[in-house]
């Protein structure tokens, strides 16, 4: 067997050690005689594995006692519909449009309140961060949605904006789905927080929820009881059956990143691996390019282009000859990228380093 | 390692067969140096993986070309409120409550349209199948409920009601979450189907929804992009991240019943096992008591009673210590409960029934 470097936008790669677990696990979780899989959720040993989940993840991002965190189901295109049936109260939206993700928001929002852009950046391709001083945000909004890390165009929040010092009393709502887990969170800047497990937390099909408990019990009347905010912490994430193998492997990764330092190792380690790609990509000379403002880069998806684009089929089936996998660009913006999530070894940024020289020494 | 026998309503016991090729495959998918977790659901493997899985599906249960078959999340309480924000277009829908799951629907339905119970066995505790001739159903409703095997209360529909014979034009909508893959299904009766994974399909988190392709495209305004029918038909079923290892695993669960000898014999092996439990039950003398109807009842879910309750902790205690799990009644309806889904091998009904045998000795 030979594990490739998976460089996939999500679903992502995983710690090893977390799949050998739960391979090692797979017909006999710790004695009990049968799989995560098959443990009714309202049993004491699933019941157990997520309460250590949830502890396990509270303790990583210092998450404070009045937020809830949620396991749900439906992704981020699912949370588009579901924050604002929860939150918005069918009155005014305000969302800040970096890239492809923050403009599914808006779109789905329109669905359930009056939502509007306070900024976009579609006239430079989404390759900057608007300023907070300068986001036409309304009076009364129910809400402030920002995407903080753009998987697509490649755009991330160092830091969360500061709305109270803009003088918006509006709760942020933050997808934060590709970058979970890569950096602290300040908590005191944040209403409600989401993101599908697919990238830095473990399988598609787990959503995770942060919320203050103040913005709990607000849902609109055609709201699914399942997708109820309210009724989904009342009852401890099992208000339906949740998706309890994605919970286990997500609490697996959970407690790897804590044996490997937390949070705080997992930022050093992303500061690393973006840095040398980047280093790279920017030392090409543009046969490699990446057009995002440097300030405004993601640590964790870097999509970039060869200058002669012609190049790119050779460089990918090379690259899949090295066991580099899942380099090409999302289809929306065509040519490449590379996902850098906290599963990913150095030794696999080395090996993409290496390629994208070699590649260019052979055909520059 | 001893494994159990897991009589859990849901998430139930898996193949073990099924659940040996998980494990082996955990870290390197025939050769790809992936985890089937770790794939990109656009990538060639996982799309192979996912149309296998379709295709096998539509062999086992024979479903006609105009039916799609969907991959969707949210089990059956979120499918509760997706069907009517599908289909219902706010009018009337006609619900035949025979229990928990089908009054549960009722509920949600009436958040989106004019929801009424078409019949109720409330009366009867829910031990009776209501007569299709005696169902009152509105003319031009948009849709007739039933929910096919009522997990809790341990009743089952033989055969599916003929609307069109009764004068109905309405599409039948069907919860057969409980009991997908034990029997056939007469497709022409079916207007859609619906069904949680976690009984006999697969991991929580996953939930199939077969659709005629005329209901398609009917959904209300206030529709969640990503359970919409139309959408998420028009996409493959990726329309936004599926959960990926849940087809993975419900995949090798249906190669698992072909390889078995398919729905026939799986709707064999629900005759023997339920045969087996109930002549034990019947033939107690009273000590163990099913209420249920004989042609009413569930060869799923067997709930059943001691007649001195008070030797309950007893028997859950003595059956735990011979590895018999999981066989608490819900606690909506109390007593004792046997799930026998798909993966319930016989010995594990022999088990059961020689332990039933054996506390009546010691304790009758």
Same mark, same amino acid.
């Given at each position: ?158 830091? &969360? ?69 309210? &009724? ?19 609490? &697996? ?86 996902? &850098? ?24």
């Amino acid at each position: 067997m030979s594990r490739v470097f998976n460089f996939s936008a999500g679903p992502a790669a995983l710690p090893e050690p977390v799949l050998r677990q739960a391979a090692e696990e797979m017909l006999d979780w710790q004695g009990s005689g049968m799989s995560v899989m098959e443990m009714s959720h309202r049993g004491r040993e699933f019941i157990g594995i997520c309460e250590e989940a949830e502890a396990t993840l509270r303790r990583l991002l210092a998450v404070p006692p009045h937020f809830r965190i949620l396991f749900m189901q439906g992704g981020g295109l699912g949370e588009n519909a579901i924050v604002p049936m929860n939150l918005s109260g069918g009155g005014a939206v305000d969302v800040v449009v970096t890239g492809a993700w923050s403009r599914k928001s808006l779109a789905e929002a329109g669905k359930y309140a009056d939502a509007r852009a306070a900024a976009d950046t579609r006239d430079d391709g989404h390759t900057s961060l608007p300023p907070p001083a300068q986001w036409r945000l309304r009076d009364g909004a129910a809400y402030v949605h920002v995407c903080s890390n753009e998987t697509i165009h490649g755009v991330e929040m160092a830091t &969360l904006p500061d709305l109270a010092a803009l003088g918006c009393r509006a709760p942020l709502v933050v997808d934060c789905s590709s970058h979970v887990l890569s950096r602290p969170v300040d908590w005191s800047r944040v209403g409600l927080a989401f993101a599908g497990a697919q990238k830095n937390v473990g399988p598609a099909g787990l959503t995770l929820v942060f919320v203050r408990e103040d913005l709990l019990g607000r849902a609109l009347a055609i709201c699914p009881s399942a997708f109820d905010y309210r &009724l989904v912490a009342d009852n401890g994430s099992m208000f339906n059956t949740p998706p309890t193998y994605g919970i286990y492997v997500a609490g &697996l990764v959970f407690r790897w990143i804590e044996a490997e330092g937390g949070v705080a190792e997992m930022d050093r380690r992303a500061d690393a691996r973006a840095a040398r790609v980047y280093g790279c990509i920017d030392g090409s000379g543009g046969f490699y390019v990446n057009r995002v403002q440097r300030t405004a880069r993601s640590r964790m998806n870097l999509p970039f282009f060869l200058a002669d684009e012609r190049l790119q089929d050779d460089f990918l089936a090379g690259a899949k000859a090295a066991g580099l996998v899942q380099l090409k660009g999302h289809k929306s913006v065509g040519g490449l990228r590379a996902s &850098l999530y906290n599963a990913m070894p150095m030794a696999g940024v080395e090996a993409l380093v290496d390629y994208l020289a070699d590649f260019q020494r052979r055909r520059g």
